[in-house]
């Protein structure tokens, strides 16, 4: 087995280097990701999280995340670690309450893998039956060339599929939109769209990535998450285009999605 380098002159000859190594990249493909690697950019993105903030905006596309996923993927920086770091800056009068939110996202990280570990099948099966009204039949196998290539009739779906694909990253929230867009809007199965996810993320991590994708898609949940333009223009704007007329798809109340979307009704 060929041995790889391990330090480069530059980032630009790193680059090069990986490009050298993906043949199949196509030559339009020159995106690459702002994010650095390496145990000092993690921790100097540790230094900065501020986790009570994180607790009142972290469901905002522009909210206080902490960008710390990839680092905590690749084993840069431990979960004991971060939560040890936001435990110092709660206040002293108040020291849980204040950062609870954040710990509470970190010990979901730490129980995907624990399910994992238990349940390696669980990752690319499902846990359950779809509560959708759907058998698993009724959903494509593939994902439609739209969504590959960020041609859907939604620019909100665009803008997120844009990032995913250039940045190899997507807030929590903005997962969960795609991923609700893929199950629900265009049946197609979560694996599909777990395979497309994993394929692009630089934190795509199979224990959250694809329960996560079981939760929306509600093989692995109580009932199909999904959302409307109303909430997407709540949290998305102004980082995702949220204009109706520009996403028509999601326009509508809960009632009237459901309805379109689950024409069978919704089983618990």
Not at 85 to 100: K, N, S, T, W
Not at 109 to 133: L, S
Not at 237 to 258: F, M, R
């Amino acid at each position: 087995m060929e041995t790889q380098p391990k330090t480069f002159t530059d980032r630009d000859a790193l680059i090069n280097h990986v490009r050298a190594l993906s043949p199949s990249l196509s030559p339009d493909d020159v995106s690459v990701s702002d994010t650095r690697g390496g145990r000092q950019a993690g921790q100097n993105l540790l230094g900065k999280i501020d986790p009570i903030a994180y607790g009142h905006s972290r469901n905002y596309l522009g909210g206080a995340v902490s960008y710390l996923s990839p680092y905590i993927r690749h084993g840069i920086i431990s979960l004991n670690e971060v939560r040890n770091f936001a435990l110092e800056a709660a206040p002293e009068d108040e020291p849980i309450r204040p950062i609870e939110k954040f710990v509470q996202e970190l010990a979901w990280r730490d129980f995907w893998q624990r399910v994992y570990q238990q349940n390696p099948d669980w990752i690319w099966q499902d846990v359950e039956t779809y509560k959708t009204g759907f058998a698993p039949d009724d959903y494509s196998d593939t994902l439609p060339d739209d969504i590959e290539t960020a041609r859907t009739d939604c620019a909100a779906i665009n803008h997120f599929i844009t990032s995913l694909k250039t940045t190899g990253y997507l807030h929590n929230h903005a997962r969960m939109y795609l991923a609700a867009y893929i199950v629900h809007w265009r049946r197609v199965k979560w694996q599909a769209g777990a395979h497309f996810f994993l394929a692009h993320l630089l934190d795509g991590d199979p224990a959250s990535n694809n329960l996560s994708f079981q939760w929306v898609a509600s093989t692995f949940s109580n009932k199909p998450y999904f959302f409307n333009l109303e909430n997407l223009q709540k949290f998305a704007h102004p980082q995702a285009p949220c204009a109706e007329a520009d996403n028509l798809a999601l326009a509508g109340s809960y009632d009237q999605l459901a309805a379109r979307l689950f024409p069978y009704g919704v089983s618990s």
